[in-house]
């Protein structure tokens, strides 16, 4: 069995052609395909290249495809899921089975492999979303950076701003991400940070990236960089319970997936969910990620047909997807 698997992103579109056994015989990437942010006509383009360039990396592979999985941000919230999937369906041969939900079913299936569970995503922006056994699926957080962002790589990079300009004025505790921040910016003083940030350039692209800083100063026992993470953690926390509440029973052993750049030294942030959960959720179980999310898109299209997963699925997905 082929499967196709499809992750579009706001940024990127990454997808594969795999066997269930995790045996990949077609990769390739795009831009963004995100239909809240493309016009229908640019939509349909982004996703004719992409296909177009798997069926000519392998036409033979392409033409037995009989499951596809696309993952896509923004699809839910579009409602353009119909559209989408008659969109592939024009290209791609023998009427396979084709799926489309939101992105971050990749996600969440590249930590449970087709299992429900709920996947805290923190990568520039901040989303959770659940999925039980009967394909109930809650949506919490991630409605914008400007106002309900909690955890995201902005979030942390502004909280990791405004330590340092609180430090500098002697209103906030001393903090090594002054020195942290000052060196991303090269700049010599606090003050020469205003012309940085407040530039021509998106400040979720500006600021996100300093989230990077918190994590490792964390580690190195700066206070400040703790209560910052400490402090995020607790608020995805909130949005972890709210979106198990309504999916499972309090006592499910539930596993919570970590997936997103935020998350790059995820037994910090484990540490604090444990300690947020251990008295009201203590059955929850945090991991990080697998696979990457294309193929927790083939993960979920493999399990839309059949029950397991084959044992050695990971090991083998992992060492052939090069993207």
Known sequence: MYILGIDGG???TT???ADENGKVYSQTITGSSNPNTLSQEQFEQVMSDLLNQLRENNEDIFSRIEVCFAGM????ESGRDEKMKSLLLQHLPSNPLVIVQNDAVNALYSGTLGSPGIVQIAGTGAITIGLNDKNKMVRVGGWGYLFDDDGSGFYLGNEALRAVFQQYDGRGMD?????AVLYHFEVMTVPDLIEKIYGKDHPRSVIAPLSRYVVKLAELGDQVANTIIENACEKMMHSIKTC????FEQDHHTSVILSGGVFTNEEIFIQHFKKHSIETYPNLKFSKTLIPPVGGAIA???KAVQNSIEPNFVETLNKGVKL
């Open 15 to 17: 997808a594969i052609i």
């Open 175 to 179: 903090t090594a991400l002054t020195e």
């Open 300 to 302: 979920a299209g493999i």
């Open 244 to 247: 198990h509440s309504q999916l």
């Open 10 to 12: 706001g940024t990127k």
């Open 73 to 76: 941000a923004g699809v839910g």
